[in-house]
């Protein structure tokens, strides 16, 4: 048995969804992988009557495909799809059945007018929370277009492939057997890469706003939802709808919910946001701000959207080493998410840099995957909770570097080891590693805004308690911010600050 009772009685009801019978054609072979795949295809045809089974010879074993009766799909699932990708699996059987994937009508059509043939392969890891989202939005890609299909591939089932591709991070996605793409990436983010892009005139003739919210994160979407609760137009400029908690799995101090993940959040902020009369214009990046009689704001495509108050909610980023090899290497052995990445790691010596909460996190997280992990810390002393320190301490293949200066990440076509100095003596050390960890803060998404608002040393934007910056009728929230703590929950009470403030603004002037 490879579902558990209660997993089994939810699937039950989602497979009560499905709309006509579907096809799963399995190639197998005698390894365990293989068996545990034909568990839990049987187990799958077992719950519904809409599902036949049959045995055949694909590109890979262990994989399975979805199909429709006499029709290829083109959705396949290289391993097990289990983990994360259990609701992967789940959508595929439904989406395949005939039930509509729920994607917006303009996306549905931008997928059926592609021209050419897209054969897609994801890498990822069943542990990843970011893998899931671009599995299933190339699977949407496979169900709606005949010419393009999708497979899923487990790294851990197939780590002689991983290897010889050099893959180094998840998900890593190859197009007709070329490197496509690395990272997390929604299914808007996907069609913009293969060039099918909406219309930049469709920006640029809209009236006025009351309010402009510029970031799609926690402080931006509650921004958002308090300036349209007042009943004032209200629109929302967004990179990437969720901002950095799409790249965050475990959250436990958001209040009143013990636990969720980050893309749960992020969905839920977006549906949210969507329940009011908020113009949402995603997949758009700022360049430029300028205040006229109203508020200017620029897009990469040309466009200029104008509003009488603008929040600026642009949150930050992972800060850089900034060292030589860091570039060169970045998902070829040079991380920054380890969830993500961890599990490709395994058994092998890794390095993480920074002391603080998320450095000393990823080397207890990393510590029950890679062979070793040494944290190398700048500073004389870490500055972890001391509950973290504790645990990290506990674990007998970890080793701590104090007074640390990474000099440069080593390596040929993937990395191979690290170069640091010791403050304390000036000696240069080089240590043997294929992977590394940077864990060293954030730096805000502020650079746009060069001599236009007042921001501080760190390149955060100064504002006072109402959330308004030194500019008229411009006002900022989250982590791009001054703000003396980045936390999703004080991201999301300066959203709100910065929202009231300019409503009482507009009502002023």
């Known amino acids: 048995m490879i579902l558990d009772a209660e997993i089994k009685a939810q699937l039950a009801q989602y497979l009560q969804l499905m709309e006509n019978d579907?096809?799963?054609?399995?190639?197998?072979?005698?390894?365990?992988?293989?068996?545990?795949?034909?568990?839990?295809?049987?187990?799958?045809?077992?719950?519904?009557?809409?599902?036949?089974?049959?045995?055949?010879?694909?590109?890979?074993?262990?994989?399975?495909?979805?199909?429709?009766?006499?029709?290829?799909?083109?959705?396949?699932?290289?391993?097990?799809?289990?983990?994360?990708?259990?609701?992967?699996?789940?959508?595929?059987?439904?989406?395949?059945?005939?039930?509509?994937?729920?994607v917006d009508q303009a996306v549905i059509e931008q997928i059926k007018h592609l021209k050419g043939t897209y054969r897609f392969e994801t890498y990822v890891s069943l542990t990843c929370h970011n893998c899931p989202d671009v599995v299933q939005a190339l699977n949407v890609m496979s169900v709606l277009h005949p010419n393009v299909s999708h497979t899923m591939i487990d790294g851990a089932a197939f780590k002689a492939e991983v290897e010889q591709k050099g893959v180094m991070a998840v998900p890593t996605v190859f197009l007709n057997g070329e490197p496509f793409a690395s990272g997390r990436m929604s299914l808007e983010e996907i069609l913009a890469k293969l060039g099918s892009t909406q219309d930049a005139s469709i920006f640029a003739d809209k009236d006025p706003f009351d309010v402009l919210v510029v970031g799609g994160g926690p402080a931006g979407a509650t921004a958002a939802i308090y300036a349209a609760r007042k009943g004032i137009?209200?629109?929302?400029?967004?990179?990437?709808?969720g901002g950095q908690i799409l790249d965050t799995l475990?959250?436990?101090?958001?209040i009143?919910?013990?636990?969720?993940?980050?893309p749960k959040l992020a969905a839920s902020l977006e549906e949210h946001v969507k329940h009011y009369n908020v113009d949402i214009m995603n997949l758009q990046r700022v360049q430029r701000l300028e205040k006229k009689d109203l508020i200017e704001v620029e897009l990469e495509n040309g466009a200029v959207l104008k509003s009488k108050t603008v929040i600026i909610a642009t949150g930050a980023r992972w800060r850089n080493l900034g060292v030589p090899g860091e570039a060169e290497f970045k998902n070829k052995g040079v991380a920054y998410c380890p969830h993500c990445d961890g599990p490709l790691f395994e058994g092998k010596h890794v390095a993480v840099i920074g002391g603080g909460n998320s450095g000393v996190e990823a080397a207890i997280d990393l510590a029950g995957i890679a062979k070793h992990v040494t944290v190398l810390?700048?500073?004389?002393?870490?500055?972890?909770?001391?509950?973290?320190?504790?645990?990290?301490?506990?674990?007998?293949?970890?080793?701590?570097?104090k007074n640390a200066q990474t000099k440069e990440i080593t390596g040929t076509d993937k990395v191979n080891g690290i170069t640091y100095i010791d403050r304390a003596t000036g000696e240069e050390h080089h240590m043997e590693l294929q992977g590394v960890f940077v864990q060293i803060g954030l730096v805000?998404?502020?650079?746009?805004?060069?001599g236009v608002v007042e921001r501080n040393r760190f390149g955060e934007i100064i504002v006072d308690k109402r959330g308004a910056t030194n500019v008229p009728g411009v006002f900022a929230a989250g982590d791009c911010t001054d703000s003396a703590y980045k936390q999703i929950i004080i991201s999301m009470g300066s959203g709100a600050t910065a929202a009231l403030g300019a409503f009482d603004y507009l009502i002023r002037n």
């Open 250 to 254: 475990g959250i436990e101090n958001f």
């Open 444 to 450: 805000p998404n502020t650079e746009w805004l060069e």
């Open 377 to 401: 810390e700048f500073a004389p002393e870490l500055k972890a909770d001391a509950v973290l320190q504790d645990r990290l301490y506990s674990l007998p293949n970890v080793t701590v570097i």
């Open 22 to 102: 579907i096809v799963l054609k399995v190639s197998a072979g005698d390894d365990k992988v293989s068996r545990d795949m034909l568990s839990l295809v049987d187990e799958l045809a077992a719950m519904s009557s809409k599902i036949n089974v049959e045995k055949t010879t694909l590109e890979r074993t262990p994989s399975f495909s979805v199909n429709r009766v006499g029709e290829e799909t083109g959705v396949v699932f290289a391993g097990v799809p289990l983990g994360h990708e259990f609701t992967s699996l789940v959508l595929a059987l439904l989406q395949v059945s005939g039930r509509p994937p729920k």
């Open 233 to 241: 137009r209200t629109g929302i400029v967004a990179e990437r709808f």
């Open 256 to 262: 009143s919910v013990k636990y969720t993940e980050g």
